[in-house]
């Protein structure tokens, strides 16, 4: 995948300012499709999507009993998972965490139950021996999983999504330019992080509220300005927005505006095609479908924060 240029872009203060501009992110765009479509058929994301493949897809009412046990897990599987499919150990005196596990056994076509209770019921259904009968769902037992932070051994592949160059302005221009985009920010560091995994997240609040916008803080300062204008990105365009099936869509959205703003910088965000290919549900050709969306959100940001920097 070719990094993106690093050079920092400027545009004459003329008449033809925003065409520039415009035609510019459309360049951009055109450029981060094809760095996605790179980044799907590399190796390296062919390994962490086999990885990503062993982890189940628990059931909403699994999700919410994880979270509601361990709020910052990301990824669980059971003990013995953990051992054979990953080579990592539960590291010990960890407690574990409590789902409903379906049970599979031979099922009676009729009352559907297993055949030890089909025996103690008032079923009479025996056209067919139970040796017989399919095998389907015949109720659920709780299960202990763990979370991968409750484990030690072989590291997982990850994706390196992060942006990368010199953000020592950046950052700070982004912090004095929340207000004037009608956000409220916070750089929490990494031993109070309550989100997880996340780099950032955006809370909408009341119509009376501005959107909070809540980053992890790092070393890495360009990554902190893009994680920042994906975040604002967010709340610039997705406050009030309820549909879960919007979410993909938002992603994508959010994390061009950061691309093309952290690239109009001089910093490298190549690593967005990664944080895009592990998206699942819109393919990234859907980033033109709204790009007068995503290149407004973008300028809008920019000019903000070009007005600071150039007042310094």
């Not at 890495?220 to 927005?241: P, R």
């Not at 505006?257 to 109009?264: A, K, L, N, S, T």
């Not at 790009?291 to 300028?299: F, K, N, P, Q, V």
């Amino acid at each position: 995948m070719t990094p993106s240029d690093c050079s920092q872009v400027s545009f004459n203060d003329s008449d033809t300012r925003r065409e520039e501009m415009q035609s510019t992110m459309e360049t951009w765009v055109e450029d981060l499709v094809d760095e996605v479509d790179d980044a799907v058929s590399s190796d390296e994301f062919q390994r962490w999507l086999d990885v990503q493949s062993r982890f189940h897809d628990y059931s909403h009412r699994n999700t919410l009993l994880i979270n509601r046990q361990y709020p910052n897990a990301t990824r669980v599987a059971g003990y013995r998972t953990w051992q054979n499919e990953f080579d990592r150990h539960v590291k010990e005196g960890e407690s574990a965490i409590w789902i409903w596990a379906p049970i599979i056994a031979k099922q009676c076509p009729e009352c559907e139950n297993s055949p030890s209770y089909h025996d103690r019921s008032d079923c009479e259904y025996n056209e067919t021996p139970p040796e017989e009968w399919s095998k389907g769902l015949v109720g659920f037992r709780p299960a202990p999983v763990f979370d991968i932070s409750q484990t030690d051994g072989e590291p997982l592949p990850e994706l390196e999504t992060e942006a990368t160059g010199t953000a020592d302005e950046l950052v700070p221009a982004l912090l004095e330019v929340a207000s004037s985009l009608t956000v409220e920010v916070d750089i929490v560091s990494r031993d109070n992080w309550p989100h997880g995994d996340a780099k950032g997240v955006c809370q909408y609040r009341s119509p009376a509220e501005r959107p909070l916008v809540e980053a992890r803080d790092r070393e890495n300062s360009a990554d902190l300005a893009v994680t920042l204008v994906h975040e604002y990105a967010h709340a610039l365009l997705h406050s009030g927005i309820d549909d879960e099936t919007e979410r993909s869509k938002r992603e994508l959205e959010a994390e061009a505006v950061g691309y093309i703003v952290g690239r109009y910088f001089g910093l490298d965000t190549s690593g967005s095609a990664f944080y895009l290919a592990a998206w699942q549900g819109d393919e990234p050709e859907a980033i033109f479908d709204r790009l007068e969306r995503i290149s407004s959100t973008a300028a809008e940001i920019i000019d903000t924060v070009d007005e600071v920097i150039l007042d310094e």
